[in-house]
T-cell receptor, first 113, second 111 residues
Framework: DTAVSQTPKYLVTQMGNDKSIKCEQNLGHDTMYWYKQDSKKFLKIMFSYNNKELIINETVPNRFSPKSPDKAHLNLHINSLELGDSAVYFC????????????FGSGTQLSVL | SQQGEEDPQALSIQEGENATMNCSYKTSINNLQWYRQNSGRGLVHLILIRSNEREKHSGRLRVTLDTSKKSSSLLITASRAADTASYFCATDRGGFQKLVFGTGTRLLVSP
């Protein structure tokens, strides 16, 4: 069983389109994240949710909207896609307790043409 | 930027040799973690060292932490081709603060 699963793995789309990436974790974790990894492998936090509530929202365009229907799911919806949105997006989760590690999904490679 | 810096950016060694990667960071931390990323995959947690620890071992991995210098090192002994990956350090300031990742070291281990 995959602990943190993301779909789709690859997403190729045209500029201006709207797309969603889904994430689910079966670890019973309370805290979930979205990270963006650019072409230089820099990994940056985008959002963090704890028990369905947004707790971290880094400087991300409001075209990006996370949604957490329950604490096991954190989806990312992107409106009006731009070329600069091309990157690998990773979902991750943690129990949120002290000194806990992150569990990552396998990533979604988004290519905006 | 709070992002850590890793050194070297890339490292190429032969199987059996040791690989050492360094990480520097800017803020006080609760712990520091190291992750591995294989090509096209997500990050996998390797080891965590708390701010009150100076050294930690796990199998062929040895991590040191110097909080006075705000730096850490990861040593992989007797490297194998399967160790080829990117390695990232990440600092944790506790609470719901997110992990801040370093820039990564790309390790290539040749047979």
């Amino acid at each position: 069983d995959t602990a943190v699963s993301q779909t789709p793995k690859y997403l190729v789309t045209q500029m201006g389109n709207d797309k969603s990436i889904k994430c689910e974790q079966n670890l019973g974790h309370d805290t979930m994240y979205w990270y963006k990894q650019d072409s230089k492998k820099f990994l940056k936090i985008m959002f963090s949710y704890n028990n369905k509530e947004l707790i971290i929202n880094e400087t991300v365009p409001n075209r990006f909207s996370p949604k957490s229907p329950d604490k096991a799911h954190l989806n990312l919806h992107i409106n009006s896609l731009e070329l600069g949105d091309s990157a690998v997006y990773f979902c991750a989760s943690t129990s949120g307790q002290e000194d806990e590690k992150l569990f990552f999904g396998s990533g979604t490679q988004l290519s905006v043409l | 930027s709070q992002q850590g810096e890793e050194d070297p950016q890339a490292l190429s060694i032969q199987e059996g040799e040791n690989a050492t990667m360094n990480c520097s960071y800017k803020t006080s931390i609760n712990n520091l973690q190291w992750y591995r990323q294989n090509s096209g995959r997500g990050l996998v947690h390797l080891i965590l060292i708390r701010s009150n620890e100076r050294e930690k071992h796990s199998g062929r991995l040895r991590v040191t932490l110097d909080t006075s210098k705000k730096s850490s090192s990861l040593l992989i002994t007797a490297s194998r081709a399967a160790d080829t990956a990117s390695y990232f350090c990440a600092t944790d300031r506790g609470g719901f603060q997110k992990l801040v990742f370093g820039t990564g070291t790309r390790l290539l281990v040749s047979p």
